[in-house]
């Protein structure tokens, strides 16, 4: 049972690349989440996906797109990456019925130069 | 704007001292407030949490305080330890939207 699972661990980009964030869970979570963290900032929210065929915007979600694959796995998408969007990115899911506890994946630290 | 408000922003405390952090919120409809747990390198985890049905939740060396009326919720830890040197947040959410909002975090030294 490996929880929450993310993809790369470490993400150098240029200026305007893009790249894609993978997230999966084995713990037959209906609902999944993806947040960045920056210093002082605390956690925000991006995107969520309530239940599987479902996506919606979070706090914010400017210059990102996401992908519910399947029950397991929730993709997050920067099209033309900016040095904005340095930050570490946090994959969580939950039960539906429970989404006020989520739980964590390790974290992508993605650096935009 | 920032719904849930953390401090301080860091903690330096002595083995065997109290930690006190704190958050204050302003949406009157959040009725559920977690803390979480972050180890450098790790992902937050669920650490303890409250609704505001209780004033006071106590799991082994960490409590939680709520005061409704001033919308200020406390984390304390007791005699803590070295182990706990962590970041922690401060969240709120409410049942209607079930999103957590999360405070700006509170990173913890306990020296040893």
């Known amino acids: 049972n490996a929880g929450v699972t993310q993809t790369p661990k470490f993400q150098v980009l240029k200026t305007g690349q893009s790249m894609t964030l993978q997230c999966a869970q084995d713990?037959?979570?209906?609902?999944m989440y993806w947040y960045r963290q920056d210093p002082g900032m605390g956690l925000r929210l991006i995107y969520y996906?309530?239940?599987?065929?479902?996506?919606d915007k979070g706090e914010v979600p400017n210059g990102y797109n996401v992908s519910r694959l399947n029950k397991r796995e929730f993709s997050l998408r920067l099209e033309s990456a900016a040095p904005s969007q340095t930050s570490v990115y946090f994959c969580?899911?939950?039960?539906?019925?429970?989404?006020?506890?989520?739980?964590f994946g390790p974290g992508t630290r993605l650096l935009v130069l | 704007q920032q719904q849930v408000k953390q401090s301080p922003q860091s903690l330096i405390v002595q083995k065997g001292g109290i930690s006190i952090i704190n958050c204050a919120y302003e949406?009157?409809?959040?009725?559920?407030f977690p803390w979480y747990q972050q180890f450098p390198g790790k992902g937050p985890a669920l650490l303890i949490a409250?609704?505001?049905?209780?004033s006071e939740k106590k799991e082994g060396r960490f409590t939680i305080s709520f005061n409704k009326s001033a919308k200020q919720f406390s984390l304390h830890i007791m005699d803590s330890q070295p182990g706990d040197s962590a970041t922690y947040f401060c969240?709120?959410?409410?049942?209607?939207?079930?999103?957590?909002?999360f405070g700006s975090g509170t990173q913890l030294t306990v020296l040893p």
């Open positions: 969580a899911s939950s039960y539906l019925w429970d989404q006020e506890t989520q739980y």
């Open positions: 713990m037959n979570h209906n609902s």
């Open positions: 996906s309530a239940s599987e065929g479902t996506t």
């Open positions: 949406n009157t409809a959040f009725d559920y």
């Open positions: 409250i609704r505001p049905d209780v």
């Open positions: 969240a709120a959410s409410m049942t209607s939207a079930r999103q957590l909002t």
